[in-house]
């Protein structure tokens, strides 16, 4: 066997991404509140960036309007072209930089309460309970299996160990751990520590001390029916009046099924918008909100440094801040071109969807990324980027900017309407409905085509279900 060398030439495309571009990118997708951890983490770990609005710089209270912004610089992506280790132009980067974008004008900063004043902490369910059991009459022993009951207990209130497991871990009676899962079932809220829905039910049931049988004989035999509200066959195979049936079924109606919900820890999580929308007059003016958002720029104080520094003093140290330098410079420009991509991709979403501004949701139009991509001429990935998690203010509500994105419903001619028109449509429709008598699938999709909307039932049984909404025979009400 012979072994050669041989030389050959082979032509290939590779794309390269620049660590500028790979920062663009990133901080283009990023929601509001990533984007402010983004920059705090920088602003800790990068010498040169200062954060001005910390100073109270004068020169950040006076914001442009939008009319001062210059958009048609904006029309061009960040390609990242060149390797990353050009020459900056160090003194013009070294000056203090603008406001990003178009800031919305807030409330003054110094009305803002303490946060000391604002935070709270609920009470959750463990806590609650375990007060219970420690006011309770219970020995150490019980005391510990009661720990291991509450520490077993879901969001809902609900004992999700068996208990045989319960028994298995703190080596005790099967019969024992029974006897004191009964005690921390009387607790409050009621209903807690049930192991079903059942249960659940009949011990509220139990704690409002019915005197009719009737409630706690529907709530141990009649489950389904009364999810399906057939109160009739529960009235024929129990040998009472329907209207009996009916006023056991209210009573049912007012019991907690998840009794441990209200203790939910979980805080709510509140919609900062990124661009709002107001009508002046019969124009429509678009701002991005940069409230809250850290106004950067580079430190002079490192300008002279760099300049002081001499080629004794050794190359790491001028090294280091020209890193820094090009590192803050880059993370500048990439908020910047953040900024005016959203307020670009806003303006466009705006001008498509005019009459859905004007007019509400049922002049909705079908658009798909590529109609806002043609028209600011960048990709569409870009345009899926800058549209996922960030939000629009707008007259008529608070929107995701991919909520102005959905596919069309023919109509009975060759025009479209948006699918997200015809899912308001069904809920008007089903919201004018006698709660007696429901309107089923079959009859919403007669009462589209009556305003000339063409849709088939399994479609309009899809949007309902994407709008939370029952069937028709769980929507029917007897009283």
């Known amino acids: 066997m012979a072994f050669e060398l041989k030389q050959n030439l082979k032509l290939t495309q590779q794309l390269v991404m620049t660590p500028q571009l790979q920062q663009s990118i990133k901080l283009l997708q990023l929601s509001r509140m990533e984007l402010v951890d983004a920059i705090n983490q920088e602003l800790e770990e990068n010498p040169l960036l200062e954060d001005r609005t910390v100073e109270g710089d004068p020169e950040t209270e006076a914001a442009p309007e939008v009319d001062d912004i210059k958009i048609e610089t904006v029309s061009k992506e960040v390609t990242g072209e060149g390797d990353g280790k050009e020459e900056f132009d160090w003194d013009s980067y070294l000056e203090d930089f603008g406001p990003m974008g178009v800031p919305h004008q807030g409330r003054d900063d110094t009305d803002v ?8 902490k609920t009470k959750s369910l463990t806590d609650h309970l375990l007060w219970q059991l420690n006011l309770s009459h219970l020995t150490d022993t019980e005391r510990r299996v009661g720990e291991q009951i509450i520490g077993n207990l879901n969001g809902d209130g609900y004992l999700r160990a068996t208990i045989e497991e319960i028994a298995a871990l703190e080596n005790m009676a099967p019969v024992f751990v029974e006897d004191v899962l009964a ?9 807690v520590a049930a192991r079903d829905l059942q249960e659940c039910l009949l011990l509220q049931i139990g704690f409002l001390a019915v005197e009719t049988p009737l ?6 035999n009649y489950l389904k029916e009364l999810e399906t509200r057939n109160y009739q066959s529960i009235a024929s195979k129990e040998k009472v009046p329907l209207s009996e049936v009916k006023e056991a079924a209210l009573l049912i109606g007012t019991l907690n099924p998840k009794p441990g919900l209200p203790y939910n820890e979980e805080s709510p999580q509140y919609i900062i918008p990124d661009v709002f929308v ?18 950067l720029r580079v430190s002079n104080f490192y300008k002279e440094i760099l300049g002081g520094l001499r080629t004794s003093d050794g190359d790491n140290s001028k090294e280091y801040i020209k890193e820094k330098l090009q590192s803050a410079t880059w993370l500048i420009k990439s908020i910047e071109q953040r900024q005016k991509t959203i307020y670009r991709v806003a303006e466009s979403i705006l001008n498509h969807q005019i009459d859905f501004f004007d007019k509400g949701i049922s002049y909705l139009k079908p658009m798909v990324l590529r109609d806002i991509a043609d028209d600011v001429e960048m990709h569409e990935s870009t345009i899926s980027r800058v549209t996922t998690n960030k939000y629009m203010h707008t007259p008529r509500g608070i929107f ?6 959905n596919s069309g419903i023919n109509r009975m001619g060759d025009e479209q309407i948006a699918s997200q028109s015809v899912k308001e449509k069904i809920r008007e429709i089903i919201s004018r409905e006698d709660n007696k008598k429901p309107y089923n699938d079959s009859t919403i999709v007669d009462m589209l085509a009556a305003s000339n909307i063409s849709i088939a039932r399994r479609t309009v049984a899809k949007y309902r279900d994407m709008l939370g909404i029952l069937p028709a025979s769980k929507r029917r009400k007897y009283f």
Request: aromatic share 14%; glycine share 6%; proline share 11%.
């Open 400 to 405: 995701e900017l991919k909520y102005f994105f």
């Open 183 to 191: 005690k921390v079932q009387e607790f409050d809220p009621p209903g």
């Open 278 to 295: 107001y009508k002046v007059g019969d124009r429509y003016r678009i701002t991005l909100n940069d409230d809250g958002l850290p106004r």
């Open 113 to 120: 309460a303490p946060f000391e004043n604002m935070l709270t």
């Open 215 to 220: 409630p706690e004989k529907i709530i141990k």
